[in-house]
């Protein structure tokens, strides 16, 4: 994948401020569903942290550069 994809907003919120003028909406994006999918990932690795090491990284640079590539497999494999 060249271009990395974030996903989009995982949990976009929808913020109404009500004064005596009027509402005021806010739109506040959230985590990014790369970072989300990367969370989640990473909670299965840390489950099972033998099988992380990567590319000769220490374990903890390996568990994150894995969690972000599974995180990018679910993206790629999710706009499919």
């Known amino acids: 994948m060249s271009e990395k994809k974030d996903g989009g907003p995982a949990f976009p919120v929808r913020v109404i401020t009500s004064t005596a003028i009027g509402?005021?909406?806010?739109?506040?994006?959230?985590?990014?569903?790369?970072?989300?999918?990367?969370?989640?990932?990473?909670?299965?690795?840390?489950?099972?942290?033998?099988?992380?090491?990567?590319?000769?990284?220490?374990?903890?640079?390996?568990?994150?550069?894995?969690?972000?590539?599974l995180a990018d497999c679910m993206i790629e494999a999710r706009d499919a």
């Open 23 to 69: 509402d005021h909406v806010s739109e506040l994006p959230g985590l990014s569903l790369r970072d989300y999918f990367a969370a989640k990932a990473l909670q299965g690795l840390l489950a099972c942290p033998n099988n992380t090491r990567v590319d000769g990284l220490s374990t903890r640079d390996s568990v994150s550069k894995v969690a972000y590539i």
